[in-house]
């Protein structure tokens, strides 16, 4: 290894007898070599005295992304649409979408190069028999280092489509110094017990430290992005004078999921389209006694505490059909009923995972977290609920806090909070909030004048924000990159 790096110094010095100058990428090249090997060749004899000189100078550098390899090796989102088409012929959107990768990108940039269009029946029919895959052709000219040869315009769309992402790399200048063709002393790298013993390092020379070197990084493990901002927000809760519920129940039956939250038994969120229902065990064994299940259908059925309810019957079998929890509000309800016989005013939080049957794209998934806060005491209104939420979406760094009135079954009033991102220059809903209705507080066994406030976001919604992911399958899945994992900070919000 040694006489190759030796042979690669005597190269560099026979190529800059023929050059006043040359630059470390153009030397990465004629070697063959990485540009860090050439950065090392350099060093190295720059450390040998004043037989070149080099002068630094910072370049932009540019690389595929594993999306942009991917359109590299397979053709891009529009190219692969008009094949389906142009293969197929005149096609529903429906089937597009559901045969093509990533036809929602490729169909929207297909339409805007005017190479299909939607007709009646939202049929898709080609407009141009033969089209240029130039994002291809683009993309393959960066993977090879041409990158005079992409129009900044593209390079900037690429890397807003994710598909090349920009770095900063130091570039040298080698430039003939005053020693330059004389001959070059071997310099001794390291003192060994031999010389010591026979004291010949008496007539040799020494390569002096290069105390500006970097160690060598330490390999550790590391947390997952979305594990950061769940760490910073439980910290959050805890200096609000929070307590963690537990949330361990990702199975519940439906009475905790959606009947005992005053949800009606024909609301469409409890559909098989919005909700996975279990096939084994389909049902829950028994349900909680005391008179809550007694209490709830009343309050259904009839309606009771001065409510009119919903007049319509309550069936206990729909009751007892098990899901996978599409809330952490069931786990509320729960913690509620078992403090209502010896109630305490309380603040707890959760953060933990729940299930919807969502068509998954670049913002939602089957698979989430939810975190959820609430307050329960005596003589505590809407104002109070304002007040606790600026003070935790301040923390979190997102100091102006809108609100919108909304509608939730198990909340009147109910707020939709929206908050100021900076970054991205617009107002964003960011969670759900309000006061939970005296038909399920009272229903739970809670004292009459009990008051609780309650409100949650997705944990994703902010992970996403604060490591600047506009695709939420960047964050969780398969597609996620370990060294984005590796690579990302800690997370700390602006506060």
């Not at 169909?107 to 049929?123: E, I, L, Q, T």
């Not at 952490?328 to 309380?346: D, W």
């Not at 923390?395 to 079954?409: I, Q, S, T």
């Not at 992970?463 to 969780?476: C, S, Y």
């Amino acid at each position: 290894m040694t006489d190759n790096y030796d042979k690669n110094i005597e190269k560099v010095i026979d190529i800059l007898h023929n050059k006043e100058s040359i630059t470390s990428i153009e030397l990465s090249r004629i070697l063959e070599l990485s540009h860090n090997t050439v950065i090392g060749i350099i060093n190295s004899l720059k450390a040998k005295g004043n037989v070149i000189k080099i002068e630094p100078s910072t370049c932009v550098s540019w690389e595929l992304t594993d999306e942009g390899n991917d359109i590299v090796e397979n053709g891009s989102y529009e190219v692969l649409i008009h094949s389906y088409i142009a293969k197929n012929g005149p096609t529903p959107l429906a089937d597009v979408m559901k045969n093509v990768p990533n036809s929602k990108i490729g169909f929207s940039k297909a339409m805007a190069n005017g190479w299909v269009k939607k007709g009646a029946s939202a049929v898709i029919t080609k407009v141009v028999d033969t089209v240029t895959d130039d994002v291809k052709v683009s993309l393959e000219l960066i993977k090879n280092k041409k990158y005079n040869g992409v129009p900044q315009e593209k390079k900037n769309e690429f890397k807003k489509r994710k598909l090349i992402k920009e770095s900063s790399v130091t570039v040298f200048k080698v430039l003939k110094g005053e020693e330059f063709g004389m001959s070059l002393k071997k310099l001794e790298t390291e003192l060994t017990p031999e010389m010591i013993e026979s004291e010949s390092w008496r007539g040799l020379e020494f390569k002096s430290y290069n105390l500006d070197a970097k160690g060598v990084r330490p390999f550790h493990g590391s947390l997952h992005p979305l594990m950061k901002v769940r760490d910073e927000i439980r910290s959050i809760f805890l200096a609000m004078g929070f307590s963690e519920m537990n949330t361990g129940n990702y199975v519940e039956s439906s009475f905790w999921n959606f009947d005992a939250l005053f949800q009606p038994q024909q609301h469409p969120a409890r559909d098989a389209h919005d909700t996975f229902f279990l096939t084994k065990p389909a049902t829950a064994v028994s349900l909680p006694k005391c008179g809550i299940v007694d209490r709830v259908e009343e309050v259904h059925s009839k309606g009771a505490y001065g409510s009119l309810g919903y007049n319509c019957e309550w069936h206990l079998k729909e009751a007892l059909k098990n899901v996978l929890r599409t809330h952490t509000t069931a786990n509320s309800a729960r913690f509620l009923y078992n403090i209502g016989p010896k109630f305490q005013p309380v603040k707890v939080f959760s953060i933990d995972k729940v299930y919807r049957n969502e068509t998954l794209d670049t913002t939602h998934l089957a698979e989430f977290h939810q975190v959820e806060g609430i307050v329960a005491d005596y003589g505590i209104s809407l104002g109070h609920l304002i007040g606790v939420i600026n003070d935790f979406f301040c923390r979190m760094g997102l100091p102006r806090v809108r609100f919108k009135p909304a509608y939730n079954p198990y909340t009147e009033p109910s707020m939709e909070i929206f908050c100021y991102h900076i970054g991205l220059g617009k107002w964003i809903e960011v969670g759900n909030s309000g006061m939970f209705r005296p038909e399920m507080l009272r229903s739970l066994g809670l004292p009459p004048g009990v008051a609780v406030l309650g409100w949650g976001l997705s944990l994703e919604r902010p992970a996403m924000i604060k490591f600047g992911f506009d695709n939420i399958r960047e964050l969780v899945g398969p597609r996620v990159s370990l060294r984005t994992i590796h690579d990302n900070p800690m997370c700390r919000f602006n506060t």
